[in-house]
């Protein structure tokens, strides 16, 4: 249990706590699930619940429900919660028809869900207000719709799901859009990110965590907290849903020995400093962590994007008289691309180590010195870099989970 001030602490978290909402995968999702109920059953329906990942559900109600004899229309109203984001309230659609896949094979710009048992394909697509991606590095093909993969999964295993219930077994084509998305996507990253004509169908848990600012850091404090008061001396520290999947999935280790910090990497590392924490394992995408390389503290978009300016500055001293090879960095979309430049120049390991060291001498310092140990990676090339003693500590924690493990045995 708590102390005293622990307890406190809780208590003001409790008053703060703010209502999460629903991503806008979410919402293409239930919207396509419940236009393939209506169409291959026939009736209309006033709301529809959907299976998210990691176990939660979502029941939503529909709006603009229109039921026809090939073709089935509903929308979702998008509910980000108390997070400030663009599309709260914005409308996403989502059609299911009958398809013979002949026009859906030949055609650009659709994904394919290949039917098991027989099943005939499904087939995805994007009307108006939803991106189209131009640029390499994204999650999403060049020429596809941006529907990155936890939605696409989402909005195929929805449509699949009414398929079997229905007993029906071919082929269905769904087409999601957002009336609004083309406006609302110049108050984005996407015109920047060679996302063009439209909003990005996102999410990764299909639920969207508020982000208010005190609210967040309070939660980070907090929980850094509780972990002090059991007698912890070491904490892994992860920015988001990334950094998790990583130290489980890549590093084997447990989520119990860690705190998601967001873009909060100064707080969270001062946090844990005055904590006590004499050891921090600090993971994360090269996308966040480069930024920590130039010394920003925030690394959230509206702060400024440096990425690729800090990355030639770490990538200069091994550049030789390579040509072009500034250009290319400062003009690289994404940190997946410019780490294939790297790699293509034969200098991605030599700059990564030199990355690391800067982020780990900026996270040192942030954390009033304690033994800040560091992992970057990216999801096309695994680990990028690590500080010397990181390997250690990842054993130690790998040790105390096992240890954990073996006692609740």
Same mark, same amino acid.
């Given at each position: 249990?708590?102390?005293?001030?622990?307890?406190?602490?809780?208590?003001?978290?409790?008053?703060?706590?703010?209502?999460?909402?629903?991503?806008?995968?979410?919402?293409?999702?239930?919207?396509?699930?419940?236009?393939?109920?209506?169409?291959?059953?026939?009736?209309?329906?006033?709301?529809?619940?959907?299976?998210?990942?990691?176990?939660?559900?979502?029941?939503?109600?529909?709006?603009?429900?229109?039921?026809?004899?090939?073709?089935?229309?509903?929308?979702?109203?998008?509910?980000?919660?108390?997070?400030?984001?663009?599309?709260?309230?914005?409308?996403?659609?989502?059609?299911?028809?009958?398809?013979?896949?002949?026009?859906?094979?030949?055609?650009?710009?659709?994904?394919?869900?290949?039917?098991?048992?027989?099943?005939?394909?499904?087939?995805?697509?994007?009307?108006?207000?939803?991106?189209?991606?131009?640029?390499?590095?994204?999650?999403?093909?060049?020429?596809?719709?941006?529907?990155?993969?936890?939605?696409?999964?989402?909005?195929?295993?929805?449509?699949?799901?009414?398929?079997?219930?229905?007993?029906?077994?071919?082929?269905?084509?769904?087409?999601?859009?957002?009336?609004?998305? !083309?406006? @609302?996507?110049?108050? *984005?990253?996407?015109?920047?990110? +060679? $996302?063009?004509?439209?909003?990005? %169908? /996102?999410?990764?848990?299909?639920?969207?965590?508020?982000?208010?600012?005190?609210?967040?850091?309070?939660?980070?404090?907090?929980?850094?907290?509780?972990?002090?008061?059991?007698?912890?001396?070491?904490?892994?520290?992860?920015?988001?849903?990334?950094?998790?999947?990583?130290?489980?999935?890549?590093?084997?280790?447990?989520?119990?020995?860690?705190?998601?910090?967001?873009?909060?990497?100064?707080?969270?590392?001062?946090?844990?400093?005055?904590?006590?924490?004499?050891?921090?394992?600090?993971?994360?995408?090269?996308?966040?962590?480069?930024?920590?390389?130039?010394?920003?503290?925030?690394?959230?978009?509206?702060?400024?994007?440096?990425?690729?300016?800090?990355?030639?500055?770490?990538?200069?001293?091994?550049?030789?008289?390579?040509?072009?090879?500034?250009? !290319?960095? @400062?003009?690289?979309? *994404?940190?997946?691309?410019?780490? +294939? $430049?790297?790699?293509?120049?034969? %200098? /991605?390991?030599?700059?990564?180590?030199?990355?690391?060291?800067?982020?780990?001498?900026?996270?040192?310092?942030?954390?009033?010195?304690?033994?800040?140990?560091?992992?970057?990676?990216?999801?096309?090339?695994?680990?990028?870099?690590?500080?010397?003693?990181?390997?250690?500590?990842?054993?130690?924690?790998?040790?105390?989970?096992?240890?954990?493990?073996?006692?609740?045995?």
């Amino acid at each position: 249990m708590p102390g005293i001030h622990g307890q406190e602490r809780c208590r003001k978290m409790e008053k703060q706590e703010l209502r999460s909402g629903f991503t806008t995968g979410t919402c293409a999702a239930v919207a396509a699930k419940a236009a393939a109920v209506m169409l291959l059953t026939g009736g209309k329906l006033q709301h529809m619940k959907l299976m998210m990942p990691k176990g939660r559900s979502a029941d939503l109600p529909l709006f603009h429900v229109v039921l026809k004899q090939e073709k089935a229309v509903c929308a979702v109203k998008k509910d980000a919660g108390d997070d400030p984001d663009v599309t709260h309230q914005a409308m996403v659609f989502a059609s299911v028809q009958y398809s013979d896949g002949n026009r859906e094979g030949q055609a650009r710009g659709i994904y394919r869900r290949e039917g098991k048992e027989g099943k005939g394909p499904l087939f995805l697509t994007a009307g108006e207000g939803i991106g189209w991606v131009t640029k390499p590095g994204l999650s999403c093909p060049v020429g596809m719709p941006a529907i990155n993969p936890v939605p696409r999964d989402m909005i195929f295993g929805g449509v699949e799901e009414a398929r079997k219930e229905a007993g029906f077994d071919g082929s269905l084509t769904i087409t999601i859009w957002m009336p609004e998305g !083309k406006k @609302l996507a110049e108050k *984005t990253f996407n015109p920047r990110l +060679g $996302i063009e004509g439209g909003l990005s %169908i /996102l999410g990764t848990t299909g639920i969207v965590k508020p982000m208010s600012e005190e609210a967040l850091i309070a939660t980070i404090g907090l929980e850094l907290h509780m972990k002090a008061v059991t007698g912890m001396k070491q904490v892994i520290l992860v920015p988001g849903n990334y950094g998790e999947a990583f130290i489980q999935e890549t590093l084997g280790l447990d989520l119990k020995d860690g705190v998601t910090c967001s873009n909060f990497i100064e707080k969270a590392l001062k946090a844990a400093g005055e904590e006590g924490f004499h050891r921090i394992l600090f993971a994360g995408h090269i996308g966040k962590l480069i930024k920590v390389a130039g010394g920003v503290p925030n690394t959230h978009s509206k702060y400024g994007d440096r990425r690729m300016e800090i990355l030639w500055d770490c990538t200069a001293p091994f550049s030789g008289e390579e040509n072009g090879l500034k250009d !290319k960095i @400062l003009g690289a979309n *994404t940190m997946e691309e410019a780490a +294939g $430049i790297l790699k293509s120049h034969g %200098i /991605l390991e030599p700059v990564m180590e030199d990355t690391v060291n800067r982020i780990r001498g900026y996270m040192t310092l942030w954390s009033g010195g304690a033994e800040v140990e560091v992992v970057t990676f990216s999801t096309m090339y695994g680990i990028l870099g690590m500080s010397r003693k990181a390997t250690e500590l990842i054993r130690l924690f790998s040790e105390a989970a096992a240890g954990r493990k073996e006692q609740e045995e």
